[in-house]
């Protein structure tokens, strides 16, 4: 699953110069989803078929990536950071599932944007909630 960023205003006619900004390895599979936190521009998740999803430091225009996680909710096809808070991280896959990752259980984020968490301490634990549709 690759990613590529590109910037719109080079797009327009005249711009001149490259679009891209970085482009990166995502996954081994395809990438379904991603999205930019609110509060952290910089973090970009994705969702991938491979049942994961990464967080990445995009700034600087080299991503490096800073966790990955095994959602355990099959192949992930959608995702999202919560507006209200905003280092939890929903996620929906094939097994008709959801899983909501507190990402900042996870070291590296807690220290590098635990700052921007307005004094919310990480959940305890493994920092993941399941939900399951009903089976009839």
């Known amino acids: 699953g690759q990613v590529a960023c590109h ?11 490259r679009s891209q900004v970085y482009a990166l390895a995502a996954h081994e599979q395809a990438t379904c ?14 969702a991938s078929t491979d049942k994961t999803v990464k967080l990445w430091d995009t700034s600087g225009g080299t991503p490096s990536c ?4 095994q959602v355990k909710v099959g192949a992930v096809f959608s ?6 808070s905003p280092f939890l991280l929903a996620t929906g896959g094939s097994k008709g599932e959801v899983c909501v990752w507190d990402t900042l259980t996870n070291a ?4 590098k944007f ?5 004094g919310r301490a990480p ?8 939900g399951h549709k009903d089976k009839e």
């Open 33 to 46: 989803a991603m999205s930019f936190s609110h509060v952290a521009p910089q973090i970009l998740a994705t």
């Open 108 to 111: 590296t984020i807690q220290k």
């Open 123 to 130: 959940s305890s634990g493994s920092g993941l909630v399941w």
């Open 7 to 17: 910037d719109a205003r080079q797009l327009s006619a005249g711009g001149g110069g």
């Open 66 to 69: 800073l966790a990955t996680e």
């Open 79 to 84: 995702m999202g950071f919560c507006r209200d």
């Open 114 to 118: 635990g700052h921007l968490a307005g």
